[in-house]
Structures are given as C-alpha cells and as structure tokens.
C-alpha cells in the first residue's frame, strides 16, 4: 500500500458534480467532503496488499509526529493536534513510468479488491479520528487543499 500524505490547514474534495457533504461518516448519510487542519492521505492499493498493509500503514500515519509543537519543532501527532483527514482511493501512485511515455498501472490492485481495502483503511481511521473525510472509490474528483508548511511525504509500506 502507497500514501502521500500532506498537512493541510484546509482540504476538500468534490466528487462528480457533487457539492460538498454535510454529513460525517460512511454508513450513515452522506460522507464528509472536508476537513480543517489535518492530513490529506492519498491511497494506493498494491496488488498484494492485504488488511494488513492497511493496519500497518495506518498505525504509521497516526503516531507520525508532524506537526509543530510551540517552538515550530515536528514534534505533534495528528491526535496531539486534533486534526481530521481526508482520504482519497489513487491508483495512480502505481504508475509505473519505466518504460516508454504511457505510465502502466499493472502494479495496482483489482478495483474490487482495492475497493475493499480503502474502505477498511477509512474504518480504521474513523476509530481513531473525530472528522473523517472522503472522496469516492474510482470516480472522477477534484481535491483542493491548502498544504501546511508545506509537509508532503510518501509512504510505502514495502518499505516501512
């Protein structure tokens, strides 16, 4: 499993044509489109991702210290800041670019399977994480965000 993760003061996604969700959660109405200061956790799924690559990944990203504490040191978590996150399935962070100009996704999981995996790693998520943001598995999107330093990094659980 693939995240880029960057901290943001702001961040949304608009899926579609949608407008903006009003409604926290996946299960009950609509799934929250935005956050306030948080991460915005870009997802790619593998094609031998498994749960547990979604747990080991996730327990990564939530003990990260990478926002400041008072003297602008690295030094707090996402729960030390009370942060949300919005998290968006791309498939795209498979591209493999190795060989011609046409990036080759073969290296990204099934979309059934992938499918089920984000949504396992949203779950986790929510256990830990008031505000739990949401693009939508395999749809067109568009994300705004204001990143936060800026602070991008990339993990990869193959390397973790």
Known sequence: MRALLQCATYASVKVNDDTEGTFEGLIDGAPARSIDRGLVIFLGVGTSDGKAEAEKLWRKISKLRIFPDENGKTNR???????????VSQFTLYADCRHG?????????????ARDLYRSFVALAQREVENVAVGEFGADMSVS????????IWLDTDAL
């Not at 996704?105 to 399977?113: C, I, Q, Y």
């Not at 965000?145 to 991008?152: A, K, V």
């Open 77 to 87: 978590s996402l729960s030390d800041v009370g942060g949300g996150v919005l998290i």
């Open 101 to 113: 100009n046409r990036p080759s996704f073969t290296a990204a999981g099934d979309p059934a399977r």
């Open 145 to 152: 965000l204001t990143n936060e330093g800026p602070f991008t």
